[in-house]
């Protein structure tokens, strides 16, 4: 099946810096991929939707300018934290559909821990 | 505004039983729906999606159920294993048929004791 993968799988960073986290389509192509987070115990939230070739389209409430996303190539997807602060530590993970099933299925990446201390 | 609820944050079951976790939906009419498995510190894993035109869907010891009267759907595991234990995630496509804006519920943690 069609494989996502994600890195790094976790990162500790200081408040203020910046993060860059990447989700690449290892064997099939992606113009579309998506980033959500996700807290303890609550479920998965959309944040973008990450556009190869174009603007990324973000969800109400997320700060774009603070959540810059790049879809660069048919097989990546970064998204940079900006300026990061505490309350931005979460479990971040992306998403893409898989075409040749229809695109409604799924396939997410291990997922990305930001700590920021 | 679109929820899903997933009514039990946990389930405890024996091992050999059958596991039956419930999704329900409301101010909306989706055009599938979709269960996902979630082990700790990991991504969600795609496990089945059910059409609103069908009302049953198989996959080895997996069933889903979908009805869209009662805006509910229903994920059973038959002959459960302690290996199945992992939080289950049901989601909906937010727009009626869009590849991938999901809404997600809370997910049940589901464990199955030996």
């Known amino acids: 099946g069609a494989v996502v993968s994600q890195h790094p799988s976790r990162v500790i960073c200081k408040s203020g810096t910046s993060v860059k986290i990447e989700c690449r389509s290892l064997d099939f192509q992606a113009t579309t991929m998506f980033w959500y987070r996700q807290f303890p115990k609550q479920s998965l939230m959309l944040m973008a939707t990450s556009n190869e070739g174009s603007k990324a389209t973000y969800e109400q409430g997320v700060e774009k300018d603070k959540f810059l996303i790049n879809h660069a190539s048919l097989t990546l997807s970064t998204l940079t934290v900006t300026s990061a602060h505490p309350e931005d530590s979460s479990f971040y993970i992306c998403s893409a559909p898989d075409l040749t099933s229809g695109g409604y299925e799924q396939y997410f990446g291990p997922g990305t821990r930001l700590t920021v201390t | 505004s679109q929820k899903i609820e997933q009514n039990s944050e946990a389930l405890n079951i024996q091992e050999g039983k059958t596991a039956t976790l419930t999704c329900n939906y409301t101010?909306?009419?989706?055009?599938?729906l979709q269960w996902y498995r979630q082990d700790p510190g990991r991504g969600p894993v795609f496990l089945l999606l059910?059409?609103?035109?069908?009302k049953e869907k198989r996959k080895e010891r997996l069933k889903v159920t979908f009805d869209t009267t009662l805006k509910q759907s229903l994920f059973h595991i038959t002959a459960s294993q302690p290996a199945d234990s992992a939080t289950y995630l049901c989601?909906?496509?937010?727009?009626?048929?869009?590849?991938?804006?999901?809404?997600f519920g809370k997910g049940t943690k589901l464990s199955v004791k030996p």
């Open positions: 101010n909306y009419s989706p055009a599938y």
């Open positions: 989601a909906l496509d937010r727009y009626g048929g869009s590849q991938g804006n999901l809404i």
């Open positions: 059910i059409r609103e035109n069908e």
